[in-house]
């Protein structure tokens, strides 16, 4: 584990949280990081991406316009602010950077850091 998320917690359905990563070991230069999630019996997805060279941002379908990435290249680290929160967001969400390719497709990423949970209550 070469990244560390914070900010998990208990909300209710409205609500907001920001989760942030960074880098708690040396990690190798990032072209981009990104925030995945699994729920219980499902498999883990790309909920958003961030590009560092152009700024490239990728978002999955159901979070568009609920959830924003921002980060910072220079630190290595990615901040995902979820607005608007419902039920169906619970998941453990995981950081990750992709330090071999250039882009920010879900198999590009192969740093990890642990889980952070996310409960929304209805």
């Known amino acids: 584990v070469q990244l560390q998320a914070s900010g998990g917690g208990l909300v209710t359905a409205g609500g907001s949280l920001r989760l942030s990563c960074g880098a708690i070991a040396r990690v190798f230069r990032t072209h981009g990081m990104g925030w995945f999630r699994q729920a219980p019996g499902k498999e883990r997805e790309l909920v958003a991406g961030?590009?560092?060279?152009?700024?490239?941002?990728k978002y999955d379908d159901s979070v568009k316009g609920r959830f924003l990435i921002t980060g910072d290249r220079s630190k290595n680290t990615v901040d995902l602010r979820m607005d608007s929160l419902k039920p169906e967001d619970s998941a453990v969400y995981y950081c990750a950077a992709s330090t071999t390719y250039r882009g920010i497709l879900p198999w590009m990423f192969d740093v990890w850091g642990q889980g952070t949970q996310v409960t929304v209550s209805s």
């Open positions: 961030l590009r560092w060279n152009d700024g490239t941002t």
